[in-house]
T-cell receptor, first 110, second 120 residues
């Protein structure tokens, strides 16, 4: 089962905005509005930051936003802060009653 | 606050069966959510293993399906994972988590993770 494609790393300076992409196919990202994004700090469990493409759970900063165009979903973090430095994973429903994650993106705050 | 806690052996021998249990607190597993297992090999990304519904319906990663069984025990508010014929490649941190209607809502509550090492 092939993973969704994410860049291995992205970086930005405090206050800037960054975008992480997540590319799949019409059988997953492009075919359903069930894309989620997770933040993971070292040694910790992942935390959902965005669900169903663009919805933010209660308690998650509005600096985090999600979108989708075709087979590619995106996570944007605005007003970058040091605490945002973490690994980020996308996840999507895939036809055939399966779920799939991306390979992960390491965000470095310079 | 919903809490999930993984438990089980931290060391499993090659070719044997890995068994983990997830105990759910502050929420009835019989309510309308799916319960899943996700693993993360050292220094690697997340891999979905499978989900179970309180009715017992299961959904598995096709790449693991031949070796995986996920079951639910509503009387003890737990669900379990069994992975047979393990190899070193199955060494990972195993997480249990809750998700909404299949695929929707993402995994909103996670356990802290249980490291399972496959070694003789």
């Amino acid at each position: 089962q092939s993973a969704l494609t994410q860049p291995a790393s992205v970086s930005g300076s405090p206050g800037q905005s960054i975008t992480i992409s997540c590319t799949g196919t019409s059988s997953d990202v492009g075919g359903y509005n069930y894309v989620s994004w997770y933040q993971q700090h070292p040694g910790k469990a992942p935390k959902v930051m965005i669900y169903d493409v663009s919805n933010r759970p209660s308690g998650v900063s509005d600096r985090f936003s999600g979108s989708k165009s075709g087979n590619t979903a995106s996570l944007t973090i605005s007003g970058l802060q040091a605490e945002d430095e973490a690994d980020y994973y996308c996840g999507s429903y895939r036809s055939g009653s399966a779920l799939v994650f991306g390979g992960g993106t390491k965000l470095t705050v310079l | 606050q919903v809490q999930l806690q993984e438990s089980g052996p931290g060391l499993v021998k090659p070719s044997e069966t890995l068994s983990l249990t997830c105990t759910v607190s502050a929420y009835s597993i019989s309510s309308d959510y799916y319960w899943g297992w996700i693993r993360q090999s050292p220094g690697r990304g997340l891999e979905w293993i499978g989900n179970v519904y309180h009715s017992g319906s299961t959904y598995y990663n096709p790449s693991l399906q031949s070796r995986v069984t996920i079951s639910v025990d509503t009387s003890n508010n737990q669900f379990s994972l069994k992975l047979t014929s393990v190899t070193a490649a199955d060494t990972a941190v195993y997480y249990c988590a809750r998700t909404g209607s299949f695929g929707s809502g993402g995994f909103d509550y996670w356990g802290q993770g249980a490291l399972v090492t496959v070694s003789s």
